[in-house]
């Protein structure tokens, strides 16, 4: 069974960076992806980035975050991090790992495994 474990969320101010990380056990070969989520309260989850997990393509951003947030891996060391600057404070909610078994996916549904989440706290 895959497990992901969150670390690095926290109280920033705005303009801000934090940088989180995504320790993953059990992964197999048929997980395809890696992804960030978010949900603030009272909204529902939203993809903010992805990477694929085994091959080297271009990783993936929501609008909202693209040129402000970083997705990377590690394979040796299986994690994946979340490098967020330029916070702002609608950022704020809690984050969340997943891991897919399709490529390239933002669909929330593709997403089998989750992590407990991290909550980042942007204030103005």
């Known amino acids: 069974q895959v497990q992901l474990v969150e670390s690095g969320g926290g109280l920033v101010q705005a303009v801000g960076s934090l940088r989180l990380s995504c320790a993953a056990s059990a992964l197999t070969f048929s997980v395809k992806s890696m992804g960030w989520f978010r949900q603030a309260p009272g909204k529902e989850r939203e993809f903010v980035a992805g990477?694929?997990?085994?091959?080297?393509?271009?990783?993936y951003y929501a609008d909202s975050v693209k040129g402000r947030f970083t997705i990377s891996r590690d394979n040796a060391k299986k994690t994946v991090s979340l490098q967020m600057n330029s916070l702002k404070p609608e950022d704020t909610a809690v984050y969340y790992c997943?891991?897919?078994?399709?490529?390239?996916?933002?669909?929330?549904?593709?997403?089998?495994?989750w992590g407990q989440g991290t909550q980042v706290t942007v204030s103005s």
């Open positions: 997943a891991a897919s078994l399709e490529y390239n996916s933002r669909n929330i549904r593709q997403y089998d495994y």
């Open positions: 990477i694929s997990w085994m091959i080297a393509t271009s990783p």
